[in-house]
Antibody
């Protein structure tokens, strides 16, 4: 059964770069019918999609974060990663990685399998 | 960008009640709408996709309907496990938009 696991520092200083990795087990990240995404949730607030990546490296980002976000895929390690630079306190959140279905010409599909999430705090 | 507006923000109900949560899109999204359940401290769980298709393993008391700009999630007879927060999600077109969530509380 496919599982996703986020990892990375739980505390990042303001203006620095947040870096997280999502490790995929029980299946291949190279599958042609899925995208891989990052979603975050500030404490007590709702969900926000950050971006998604295909195994080929094609990426899609939410406009509000596009200038600060990089998502990469490493098919040899069955992992994908998130980098968010110039962080502020507003970036404090639980960060989730998830699998999304490729809808082909229709675009990105629902996220059906999620990691457990990892809390990242931005503070000096 | 397409905006998703959920209502109500909070809903108080009792075990056995029938409840409905609404999600409205700022423009037509056909049937590209999913519903998620999130319990405290847990990742969201996919309940319904394509507006009305029940995910495998999800109890049949959950149902979704709608198309275009207005969608509903109905729970036919609330069970204790159903008290959680529910989110709608518009997908496709290479972007996603979540609703702000509806917290379902025990009355």
């Amino acid at each position: 059964q496919l599982q996703l696991q986020e990892s990375g520092p739980g505390l990042v200083k303001p203006s620095e770069t947040l870096s997280l990795t999502c490790s995929v087990s029980g299946g291949s990240i190279g599958s042609s019918i899925y995208y891989w995404g990052w979603i975050r949730q500030p404490p007590g607030k709702g969900l926000e999609w950050i971006g998604s990546i295909y195994h080929s490296g094609n990426t899609y980002y939410t406009p509000s974060l596009k200038s600060r976000v990089t998502i990469l895929v490493d098919t040899s390690r069955n992992q994908f990663s998130l980098k968010l630079n110039s962080v502020t306190a507003a970036d404090t959140a639980v960060y989730y990685c998830a699998r999304g279905e490729d809808l082909g010409v229709a675009g990105l599909g629902t996220f059906d399998i999620w990691g457990q999430g990892t809390m990242v705090s931005v503070s000096s | 960008d397409i905006q998703m507006t959920q209502s109500p923000s909070t809903l108080s109900a009792s075990v056995g009640d029938r409840v409905t949560i609404t999600c409205r899109a700022s423009q037509s999204i056909s049937r590209w709408l999913a519903w998620y359940q999130q319990r405290p401290g847990k990742a969201p769980k996919l309940l319904i996709h394509k507006a009305s298709t029940l995910e495998s393993g999800v109890p049949s008391r959950f149902s979704g309907s709608g198309s275009g700009t207005e969608f509903t999630l109905t729970i036919s007879s609330l069970q204790p496990d159903d008290f959680a927060t529910y989110y709608c999600l518009h997908y496709s077109s290479y972007s996603y938009s979540f609703g702000q969530g509806t917290k379902l509380e025990i009355k």
